[in-house]
């Protein structure tokens, strides 16, 4: 199952591993100098109380992770890091979707590039979860939704602002590329940026020194996107599982065409593609975007959600506000259900009703806003605690 839409493609024909393929959590080292989590410093994790006790619903920043000795690194410290790598993960998506959905040709070399992207992540969360499963957790799903725009779960980068806008290069560059970013890019011409694979590189030796029992019992085994999502239940699975994940996203230390072993480069140099309108080659200098040309496709003008969602939309926009935002809740619920309860079909339901999303986000990609440039999208703020969260009324 893929849930992307009509146009996906066939899965990629390789052998299912255990797990597989983030691009994030690689920007933590830069996050170790801030200390131990404190209510005064910027990079508290959103639903965090402001006292510094940690609040039910949300664990400590990696930063906060990260300053624990690693003597005192077990199987709890090792949930609360998987929890925020649960976050990490579902956070990629909605911007991701929303450049997707607003590209017009669906069969462009960008569209495709993109959905192929949005089922890597898909499949990455499937992938922590289980991870957090093996070990006796369970995935705070609902709990783990960012707002937009801000900063990306846990602290994780905080000098990069997530938004939700429709494809332009400023998206790509700003959002999609500086997230997958790797500490030192192959690629010339692209800016570095601090990595995050200190971060899986410390939950690795975590899973090594605790050497933790991991269960198979309640986690999952299903298609998502082009992968295979399998339950992990040995060390030298969860070891082959955070090297794929380290690599999918910003790629090897060796070779950008390492990270998928197919044809595709690993996501930020995907995204760098895009951004510079030219595939990746080897040249005599090393990496450059001197190959091909990847012509950057027609997009619905889509603005960007401002904080605090649309203001004052009118009731036809606001009721497919309340609609798309509704059906995104239900996703988020579902899901974690499905890891709760151990059960793929639910995965399958949650899959689906991601899939329905399109239809009331092209909706309101296609709705043009009032005495201001662009149109509007979806903002991707599931109600919680039964209120609604339409944009200011």
């Known amino acids: 199952m893929t849930g992307l839409g009509e146009d996906a493609p066939g899965a990629r024909a390789k052998a299912a591993a255990p797990l597989g393929r983030r691009t994030f959590v690689t920007s933590a080292a830069a ?7 404190s209510a005064a410093g910027p990079a508290r994790a959103a639903g965090q109380p402001a006292n510094g006790a940690q609040a039910p619903s949300g664990p400590r920043n990696v930063a906060g992770l990260l300053a624990v000795p690693e003597a005192g690194r077990g199987v ?10 649960v976050a990490l993960e579902l956070a990629t998506i909605p911007p991701y979707l929303c450049g997707w959905w607003s ?50 779960p846990g602290g994780v980068r905080g000098d990069v602002n997530v938004y939700l806008s429709g494809l332009d290069r400023p998206l790509v560059h700003d959002v999609m590329m500086a997230i997958e970013a790797p500490e030192e890019p192959l690629a010339r011409s692209v800016r570095a940026s601090p990595s995050i694979g200190r971060f899986y590189d410390d939950v690795l030796a975590a899973f090594r020194a605790v050497a ?36 999918q996203g910003e790629g090897t230390t060796s070779s950008p065409e390492d990270a998928f072993g197919d044809d595709h480069p690993a ?6 593609e895009i951004y510079h309108g030219r595939q990746l080659r080897r040249t005599d200098d090393g990496w450059e975007f001197t190959g091909a040309p990847v012509p950057f496709p027609d997009a619905r003008p889509m603005a960007r959600v401002p904080a605090g969602g649309w203001p004052a939309p009118s009731e ?7 609609q798309f935002d509704t059906a995104y809740a239900k996703v988020l619920s579902t899901l974690e259900a499905a890891w709760a309860g151990g059960d793929a079909r639910t995965l399958r339901s ?24 662009g149109t509007y999208g979806p903002q991707f703020r599931p109600p919680r605690g039964g209120g609604r969260h339409g944009g200011r009324r």
């Open 212 to 247: 933790p029992e991991l269960s198979a019992r309640g986690q999952l085994s299903e298609h998502i996107g082009s992968d295979v999502l399998e339950p992990v239940t040995d060390l030298d699975g969860v070891e082959r599982a955070i090297e794929a994940v380290k690599e």
């Open 267 to 272: 996501h930020y140099y995907a995204f760098g």
């Open 103 to 152: 590209v017009g040709d669906r069969g462009s070399q960008v569209a495709r590039l993109i959905r192929r992207i949005v089922g890597d992540e898909m499949y990455h969360m499937g992938v922590v979860c289980n991870l957090l499963v093996a070990v006796g957790g369970r995935p705070r799903i609902s709990d783990a939704a960012p707002v937009y725009p801000g900063s990306l």
């Open 76 to 85: 709890d410290w090792l949930r609360e890091a998987l929890q925020v790598a």
């Open 31 to 37: 996050l170790t100098a801030a200390g131990p989590w």
């Open 316 to 322: 036809q926009v606001r009721g497919l506000l309340d």
């Open 350 to 373: 949650a899959v689906r009703t991601m899939g329905g999303l399109e239809g009331t986000a092209l909706k309101l990609m296609e709705t043009g806003i009032p005495d201001a440039p």
